[in-house]
């Protein structure tokens, strides 16, 4: 008689363990509202990721806004803190000196989640840059041919990119006179100024012994700083 000896299948579960990665979105945003950085301007920087004690993940991002905002870096393990830093941008993308770069907004760090994208945002104003101007007046009157108390006044002209700025000075005899300054925001800076003085009233001078002679500017024009 014969018998028939049990046997059993085996069945290999296999639970492979991976790893869970989601990505980084870097954005620009240009707070341009007089529209003078460049069409062609890039941006660039670096980026930082982490995960728990790891070696940071690390590189370089770069955007021209006008071709696209958006820098994504991806294959980021999920929960990794994520910080941006940003080169010094480029003053020729600006139209000339009187703009200059505003330091950078950049967001604080960010998680990288499950289903979402983490985003950092970084933030570029150019700035205005204004300057000064003082004139003063010295009178060459050995002889005391001129009235006490009498104010000198004209003209004081800037350029620069072919638009003016003009206004009216008053100023005393050997006195300095600040005509703006860098607060009153008036001027832009690397413009060009020049003075023109009225026609002086021989009537401030103290008899028709005196006459006015013509005057002089030292120097004829200045470029503000």
Known sequence: RKTRVGFSRVFLATNPIVRVRGALNITK??????GVVSPTATFTG???CRYGDDDPVTGTWSITPSVNPTFTVDNILLTSVCT????????SDLPDASWAWGPPVIDDSATIEAGNS???NVTNTPLRLYAGLQLTKTLTDPKNGV???TKFVGV????????DYTGRFSVDADATEALFSPADQKVPATAVCT???DTLNPDNLVDGS?????????PESVTLE
């Open 29 to 34: 945003t240009l707070n341009d509202v007089n």
């Open 46 to 48: 670096n980026y930082s």
């Open 84 to 91: 941006v830093t940003e080169d010094d941008p480029s003053q």
């Open 118 to 120: 983490a985003t950092i």
């Open 147 to 149: 009235k006490a108390g």
């Open 156 to 163: 004081w002209d800037c350029n620069l990119d072919d638009v």
């Open 195 to 197: 003075v023109t003085e």
């Open 210 to 218: 005196f006459a006015w002679g013509k005057p002089t500017y030292d």
